[in-house]
């Protein structure tokens, strides 16, 4: 996760995170990717079950109807884990995790616990009262998913109105003062449409929107040929910061963050360099705390069915099943070959990432992308769009 906003326009120094001492339970939300010791944020896909088919579906969601692998009882029981081990975030996801009605009742259980509940959703279920609801439970955020504008949005989610719909769920948590903020998935069917979902952030007061470069993972790994070239994922980005920065310069500034392709990072600095080499220097020094992915670390991931991930997109490798075996036991396992591999990586990536002077703010990128394309879990990652010059091999 890359903070544009944070780090090309200003909004954060070094100073705010070694204020915290850089401890995740101290440090607050919009400086958690700062943290030092890296505490992990946990992905809950608490149902597998949706009332869409998005064509992107990393979790191969299945029809709404039916029940879960993981009761309410035993949900409470993996929260006093999560929380005791020092969890920060406890990230409710699908499927769509407002089939299960259940989910206020879990995520009052968390922030009771002392942990940051949010949800990922696709908003089309987020009523007045449950969004009322979930303000009142203290959720601390809603991330909505919208794939560009209505045509290309219901296309994606393979379902007519559900543009609108997504529309009406952000508008429910704004009137009850819930953030709330957009999610967007990269690929050649809609990058297109981003300069949209800046207007819209702007037009409608919506503080908050994550980019999401493509994952190639459920219904998504079909979409490895919707996967932008380097020259076009480079034109995307750098319309993000200079859109990011027309926002502070009109006195709107909104936070914004690209996900999943951690050469966003050296990208950004690449052009600080050249534009204020001052704020270069900062924005290095950030980024080395950030330390780049952080599969296996700093993000974990919880099946429906209680396995254990890297993350939330990797799910060919599973690391143990919480409801045999506690997730904090499971984490810190260095039995558990390639999830302890994962924890100290940055020694084993091959490629140009072995050779490459921004390994140590990129992490090595995405593991599951690389294994994807290579069948090699340390190859260099294919998304990595900067040129050979830029890492100076």
């Known amino acids: 996760m890359i903070g544009i906003s944070k780090l090309y326009c200003g909004q954060a120094e070094a100073s ?43 979790a191969k969601a ?33 499927g769509e995790p407002l089939v299960r009605r259940d989910l206020t009742e ?37 991330g909505i998913s919208l794939d560009g504008g209505r045509q290309t949005h219901d296309r994606f989610r393979r379902c007519a109105g559900s543009f609108d ?10 009137e009850e003062g819930l953030k709330v903020g957009l999610r ?14 800046f207007d819209l952030i702007r037009e409608r007061e919506i503080p908050r929107i994550c980019f999401y470069h493509l ?51 050296p990208y950004l600095w690449l052009r600080l360099t050249r534009e204020d080499p001052e704020r270069a220097d900062e924005v290095l020094e950030l ?3 950030n330390e780049g992915n952080s599969s296996g670390r700093g993000i974990g991931c919880i099946s429906w069915d209680g396995q254990v991930h890297a993350d939330q997109f990797w799910r060919n490798h599973s690391f143990g099943n919480v409801l045999e075996r506690p997730f904090s036991a499971i984490w810190d396992d260095p039995e558990i070959e390639l999830l302890a591999a994962l924890k100290n990586k940055k020694e084993r990536v091959g490629g140009r990432c072995a050779q490459c002077r921004f390994l140590s703010i990129c992490g090595g990128n995405f593991r599951a992308r690389a294994e994807a394309v290579s069948g090699d879990v340390w190859a260099e990652d294919p998304a990595c769009y900067l040129t050979e010059a830029e890492i100076r091999l």
């Open 16 to 58: 705010d995170a070694l204020r915290y001492g850089r401890d995740s339970a101290k440090l607050p939300s919009h400086l958690l990717q700062f943290s030092a010791d890296k505490k992990p944020v946990v992905v809950w896909n608490m149902t597998r079950r949706c009332n869409l088919q998005c064509v992107h579906c990393y």
């Open 62 to 94: 299945l029809d709404e109807q039916g029940s879960d692998d993981i009761s309410t009882a035993q949900a409470t029981e993996m929260i006093d884990d999560l929380a005791a081990y020092g969890v920060p975030v406890l990230l409710f996801s699908g």
């Open 106 to 142: 879990l995520a009052a259980y968390a922030t009771s616990k002392g942990m940051r509940a949010v949800i990922s959703t696709n908003g089309t279920l987020i009523s007045r009262e449950k969004a009322r609801e979930l303000k009142e439970v203290g959720l601390s955020y809603v």
């Open 165 to 174: 719909k997504a529309l009406q769920g952000i508008e429910n948590c704004q």
């Open 184 to 197: 967007f998935t990269i690929n050649k069917g809609n990058a297109a449409e981003a300069p949209l979902l």
């Open 215 to 265: 994952v190639y993972a459920g219904r998504g790994s079909k979409m490895i040929k919707e996967d932008l070239d380097h020259a076009a994922t480079r034109a995307v980005v750098d319309l993000i910061m200079d859109r990011t920065r027309d926002l502070f310069d009109q006195g709107k500034p909104r936070e914004v963050l690209t996900v999943d392709n951690h050469a966003d990072g």
């Open 287 to 289: 980024l080395n705390f």
